[in-house]
T-cell receptor, first 118, second 107 residues
């Protein structure tokens, strides 16, 4: 089946620094990728839709200047948490559909990145 | 009120039991997804439905579009089925997620 990887799997950083998380589709091309955040004991929250070759679409309440998304190729999307603060500590997950049909196709999820901001 | 409601929130079952998890939604949808999240955090997509019923091994998912309701059934449950099950709907523009059902299957 389709595989999506994320790197790093976990990261600890100091408050005020920026952290980049990569999401790669390993055996298929993904024109669309989704980024989610999950706080402990809560469900997924969609942050943004990453579109190859164009600007990301952010969900209401998500600061686009703080969570920078770049989808530079058909197999790679990156999420950069800028000037991270302890409240940004969370589990960040990406997903991609194989057909590019956004939410109406089976989603393949990355394993997630656990971010801890000290 | 959440656009997607799941029940129950928590469920404990004995190995071998038949399990049902319910999902109700209040928006018009183009697709409904059932996801499984294991304790380590990894998420697997179990089903994507837009109508009817799908079966994969011991898992069955059904959806009633008129009633805006979906169920996930697990037959002959096993401890390895212990996970959080999440219902998500896509409206054509947006995803909405349920808060998840935490299932524990006891040997």
């Amino acid at each position: 089946g389709a595989v999506v990887s994320q790197h790093p799997s976990w990261v600890i950083c100091k408050s005020g620094t920026s952290v980049k998380i990569e999401c790669r589709s390993l055996d298929f091309q993904a024109t669309t990728m989704f980024w989610y955040r999950q706080f402990p004991k809560q469900s997924l929250m969609l942050m943004a839709t990453s579109n190859e070759g164009s600007k990301a679409t952010y969900e209401q309440g998500v600061e686009k200047d703080k969570f920078l998304i770049n989808h530079a190729s058909l197999t790679l999307s990156t999420l950069t948490v800028t000037s991270a603060h302890p409240e940004d500590s969370s589990f960040y997950i990406c997903s991609a559909p194989t057909s590019g049909r956004a939410g109406t196709d089976t989603q393949y999820f990355g394993p997630g990145t656990r971010l801890t901001v000290l | 009120k959440n656009e997607v409601e799941q029940s129950p929130q928590n469920l404990t079952a004995q190995e071998g039991e038949f399990i049902t998890i319910n999902c109700s939604y209040s928006v018009g949808i183009s697709a409904l997804h059932w996801l499984q999240q294991h304790p380590g955090g990894g998420i697997v997509s179990l089903f994507m439905l837009s109508s009817g019923k799908k079966k994969h091994g011991r898992l069955i998912a059904t959806i009633n579009i008129q009633e805006k309701h979906s169920s996930l059934h697990i037959t002959a449950s096993h401890p390895r089925d212990s996970a959080v099950y999440i219902c998500a709907v896509h409206t054509g523009n947006q995803f909405y997620f349920g808060t998840g059902t935490s299932l524990t299957v006891i040997p």
